[in-house]
């Protein structure tokens, strides 16, 4: 019998509750990053109040009283096909099919490693018993996590829906820089390395932080203009104003990484990345396309990015998921695949019937457990 107790944490609570968190989630396998306190509590800032959202933090704690898992959820109305409404349930971080919203991957339940079983159970029957959803939704999931377990453990009670399957790209890295270039193939090694000589008096350097902000503005309108049309400019103001809020938070210790590749006194590329636990994740860059002319800027900025992380001793350089522009480019850099997928746990049960009939005619299999046993 589970005797774990789990306990609705106010909203006061989960801002007042950064070191318990931060310490928890060392003693955890859930990602450094992306469940960090940092990072949700800055989505959540982000978000809520524009989703009518109201926050669903579950503490869970030992029969001694010690906190031993965290899941971090939130509840609101949502519709499906412009008709049907349901209240979802949803781990901070994400917002199901919003690209407006601040994308977050490796999200999951926080369990402490020798507690994952019993947080999982006791997370479990708790959402059993509550009446406040009708679909729960765990997106970009590892298929190992506590997450994953615990959306298997409710295929019972309801209807569980792998979709939406993503592939995110890591470098385990070595201990110089030539090693990992000898590692990449001809055609990549030129873009990373060589042709660093293409352009003139090139540098590579962090942005200082007085200057953050005039560096974030430079990546925002590089990416809007290779990426975006003037009408999604609302998901740049989002991320723009997401990035600036987090950077500002951890701008004391040594987590930002904000460079910029100039060509003189020209800023050619701008990527922001953040070290946490030994990897560095990268987040988002771009360049001025006018120098893509015979040589492949992104690519040259990665190089040095790389670079840097190996000569800091770093174990990792996550690329995340994501393809570019044209392809996906991740797997040139010799990178480890990372699968993902989303859970979408339909308990209501018109929805049930309504899904299930989708996806038979649709001709796919999308339970939970047949995917797990996927490759």
């Given amino acids: 019998m589970n005797t774990s107790r789990v306990r609705r944490w106010t909203a006061d609570e989960f801002l007042a509750n950064r070191a318990a968190w931060q310490q928890l989630l060392a003693r955890s396998d859930a990602d450094a990053l992306f469940m960090s306190w940092d990072w949700l509590s800055t989505w959540w800032r982000h978000h809520g109040a524009a989703l009518g959202a109201q926050l669903c933090v579950l503490g869970v ?20 096909r412009g008709m049907f409404g349901v209240r979802r349930c949803e781990l901070l971080g994400n917002v199901w099919r919003d690209p407006a919203a601040i ?30 959803w009708d679909e729960l ?36 890295l070595p201990a110089s820089f030539d090693s990992f270039v000898a590692r990449l193939s001809s055609n990549t090694r030129r873009k990373v390395l060589h042709q660093r000589e293409k352009l003139e008096d090139v540098s590579f350097g962090l942005t200082p932080v007085g200057q953050r ?40 210790d040594e987590t930002v990484r904000l460079t910029e590749m100039r060509s003189g006194d020209t800023c050619v590329s701008v990527m922001l990345n953040l070290r946490v636990a030994g990897t560095e994740y990268y987040l988002q860059s771009g ?26 001793g770093l174990r990792s350089f996550d690329f995340l998921a994501g393809r570019g522009l044209n392809r996906d480019y991740k797997q040139d850099f010799a990178a480890a695949s990372a699968p993902l997928q989303t859970l979408h746990v339909v308990r209501k049960p018109a929805l049930r019937l309504l899904f299930g009939v989708f996806d038979r005619l649709r001709g796919r299999d999308l339970s939970h457990k047949s995917v797990r046993r996927e490759p």
Avoid: K
Wanted: net charge neutral; aromatic share 10%; charged share 20%.
């Fill in 213 to 252: 902000g005039a560096a974030l503005a430079r990546l925002d309108a590089f990416v809007a203009r290779r990426w975006e049309a003037p009408s999604s400019g609302a998901s740049s103001s989002v991320r723009a104003r997401f990035h600036a809020d987090l950077i500002e938070r951890l701008a004391a």
């Fill in 61 to 80: 704690y030992a029969d001694s009283g010690e906190l031993c898992g965290i899941a971090p959820l939130y509840t609101r109305r949502a519709v499906h």
């Fill in 287 to 312: 360049f001025d396309a006018a120098f893509a002319r015979g040589m492949s800027p992104g690519y040259l900025h990665l190089g040095y990015a790389i670079e840097a992380a190996c000569r800091d």
């Fill in 103 to 132: 994308f977050s991957e490796y999200l999951d339940v926080i369990a402490a490693r020798e507690a994952r079983a019993a947080v999982s159970a006791a997370v479990e029957d708790w959402l059993r018993a509550s009446p406040d």
């Fill in 137 to 172: 939704l765990f997106c970009n999931v590892r298929a190992g996590s506590v997450a994953a377990q615990l959306a298997g453990s409710l295929n019972a009670a309801a209807y569980v829906r792998a979709v939406e399957p993503m592939t995110g790209w890591s470098i385990p």
